[in-house]
């Protein structure tokens, strides 16, 4: 089978929902190949931002950093260059160049893996048959009119003609199932990557450290809390922030004032040292209808790193046997708590990345039939 997914995010080393199922998947298929679409470079806007714009880097084979299967994998970088307000066309500008890529690579009727909602214009210009792969419901998230008109528009293409569909949460399953048969499959954790001593990460303050380990957005992260939770603990322990940093610079600012220390994205390999000497694992999302379709992969491997975990009343948490629900002043109070509590460190517990393997890898078998009767 040849595979062209449509990825929410880059393949880099932070290894997200896409990656960890599609390294499973080339590892248990040796004839399975991919084509891995990444989010386009958009010049125009980063330098808006004041970012350094830069081209997308287009098609490059991966390499042995990027998976141990990695002769069986293509990157591709688009660039988009204007906004769709300007080029309205570029969306099908874009599938038309993701089908030319793929054909240059010997791609010629591939299986179509959706889990940006833009990959709806890939399948209104190929027919490729497709699983959709549903990991937030962008619909609830705070987007401009516009853009959630855009959203609905790909979500109704891609919920009518893909073949298979999955999602993520329980609530994705509800939201996303009323029309249709939806399959849930969870997220998971690397077991093995927690089941050994590891040394604490060198940038880790000293004393006793709550961390947070995930992509830093506003969408999620509840600013003001773990501002409020610094204040609480700051004679006593360091808040810590790992992951990819999307904050706007008045969210990140405020924070550094507030003495937490923002370390950034860390590779998926370094992760569980920081988790397994962390003393208190902390999930401050924001409550709303767009957490509340989460699946948050950090629930699973707090879960394997064993140690305490107070968190909002979120999806993935209300339910974690690990976790303690606190919410508004009762949150950093939660936090102090669970730091003034022994709690010793057992073996990695929990759901691996292979066994969701298994449930992708089934279902894309049935698309493949799709494909084949079709």
């Not at 855009?150 to 939201?175: D, F, G, H, K, Y």
């Not at 940038?203 to 509840?222: E, F, K, M, S, W």
């Amino acid at each position: 089978m040849d595979l062209v997914v449509i990825s929410l995010e880059a393949w880099d080393e932070v290894r997200r929902r896409n990656q960890h199922l599609i390294d499973g998947l080339l590892g248990a298929d040796p004839g399975l190949r991919v084509l891995f679409v990444e989010p386009a470079q958009d010049p125009l806007h980063a330098a808006r931002r004041r970012r350094a714009p830069r081209r997308g880097r287009g098609l490059r084979p991966a390499g042995p950093s990027d998976s141990q299967h990695w002769q069986h994998l293509w990157l591709l970088e688009p660039t988009k260059w204007l906004p769709r307000r300007i080029a309205p066309e570029s969306d099908g500008r874009w599938a038309r160049h993701v089908v030319r890529t793929a054909r240059r690579i010997g791609f010629d009727r591939p299986v179509l893996w959706v889990n940006a909602p833009d990959g709806a214009a890939l399948l209104r210009l190929t027919s490729w048959p497709t699983l959709y792969d549903i990991t937030d419901d962008w619909l609830a998230a705070r987007r401009s009119p516009r853009e959630l008109a855009r959203l609905a528009a790909n979500e109704r293409t891609l919920l009518a003609e893909a073949a298979e569909v999955i999602v993520c949460s329980p609530q994705l399953q509800r939201v996303k199932g009323r029309d249709r048969r939806v399959e849930l499959v969870p997220n998971a954790a690397d077991l093995a990557a927690y089941a050994g001593p590891l040394p604490a990460p060198t940038d880790l303050p000293a004393g006793p450290v709550v961390l947070y380990a995930g992509t830093l957005h506003t969408d999620r992260l509840d600013v003001d809390l773990v501002r409020a939770t610094a204040a609480e603990l700051a004679a006593v322990a360091t808040v810590v922030l790992v992951g990819p940093d999307a904050l706007d610079p008045a969210s990140r600012a405020s924070l550094a004032g507030a003495g937490v220390a923002i370390l950034g994205a860390r590779a998926a390999s370094s992760v569980p040292g920081y988790l397994l000497h962390a003393d208190v694992l902390l999930v401050p999302h924001v409550v709303d209808d767009f957490t509340a379709a989460l699946d948050p992969i950090k629930r699973y491997e707090y879960e394997a790193a064993r140690r305490p975990v107070v968190s909002t009343p979120v999806a993935g948490f209300v339910d974690s046997p690990a976790a303690t629900i606190a919410e508004g002043a009762g949150f950093p109070a939660a936090v102090r708590r669970a730091l003034q509590t022994p709690h010793p460190v057992a073996g990695p517990t929990g759901v691996d990345w292979a066994d969701r393997v298994r449930q992708v890898s089934a279902l894309l078998e049935r698309v493949g039939t799709a494909q084949a009767a079709g």
